[in-house]
T-cell receptor, first 112, second 117 residues
Framework: KNQVEQSPQSLIILEGKNCTLQCNYTVSPFSNLRWYKQDTGRGPVSLTIMTFSENTKSNGRYTATLDADTKQSSLHITASQLSDSASYICVVSGAKGGKLIFGQGTELSVKP | DTEVTQTPKHLVMGMTNKKSLKCEQHMGHRAMYWYKQKAKKPPELMFVYSYEKLSINESVPSRFSPECPNSSLLNLHLHALQPEDSALYLC????????????????FGAGSRLTVL
């Protein structure tokens, strides 16, 4: 069964600290993996999208990694800001026109 | 214009009402989507329109009726809803026929928060 699991479920960190969010998937065959940031009551906003051949992709203070062999991805946030408080959703797409599989999200709270 | 615009932002309706949610994009995307999202849960796909034709209906109850009048507009007509239908309804669009193809990216709207009394 195609699944996407994220950890931790929730995370509280202090402003200025770094953190790493994890995403494990069993989707096969694999096409691409996306990380979205969703502020409360708002729509998700794309942070990164990675295909099979990409290992690392950065977007400002966000760096995503992908290990297609172990089917794992991480999202590293550097020097966190209060505005980083949000839900971070990992979304995996299977090849051959398969549906997008959403993870349950990690709820990040950055405290001053 | 790189936005998906949804109206209204908030909607409160009774179980006998008929209302509509609207979605608009001017990015030239030819696929548009409706998702339903409950609190602290990931979005669930409801409908996909590809080139203005309904291509996916995820067994959604008939009290939800989608409509795609043209390539820029997507509506969701609501009738005889239940309180459990209260949720955030997200519209999204993507560049080609289906969001899972290649390295395509969904652009989401801000959502319409629906409350059914």
């Amino acid at each position: 069964k195609n699944q996407v699991e994220q950890s931790p479920q929730s995370l509280i960190i202090l402003e200025g600290k770094n953190c790493t969010l994890q995403c494990n998937y069993t989707v096969s065959p694999f096409s691409n993996l996306r990380w979205y940031k969703q502020d409360t009551g708002r729509g998700p906003v794309s942070l990164t999208i990675m295909t099979f051949s990409e290992n690392t992709k950065s977007n400002g203070r966000y760096t995503a990694t992908l290990d297609a062999d172990t089917k794992q991805s991480s999202l590293h946030i550097t020097a966190s800001q209060l505005s980083d408080s949000a839900s971070y959703i990992c979304v995996v797409s299977g090849a051959k026109g398969g549906k997008l599989i959403f993870g349950q999200g990690t709820e990040l709270s950055v405290k001053p | 214009d790189t936005e998906v615009t949804q109206t209204p932002k908030h909607l409160v309706m009774g179980m006998t009402n008929k209302k509509s949610l609207k979605c608009e994009q001017h990015m030239g995307h030819r696929a548009m989507y409706w998702y339903k999202q409950k609190a602290k849960k990931p979005p669930e796909l409801m409908f996909v329109y590809s080139y203005e034709k309904l291509s996916i209906n995820e067994s959604v109850p008939s009290r939800f009726s989608p409509e795609c009048p043209n390539s820029s507009l997507l509506n969701l007509h609501l009738h005889a809803l239940q309180p459990e239908d209260s949720a955030l309804y997200l519209c999204a669009s993507s560049q080609i026929g289906h969001a899972s193809s290649g390295a395509n990216v969904l652009t989401f709207g801000a959502g319409s928060r629906l409350t059914v009394l």
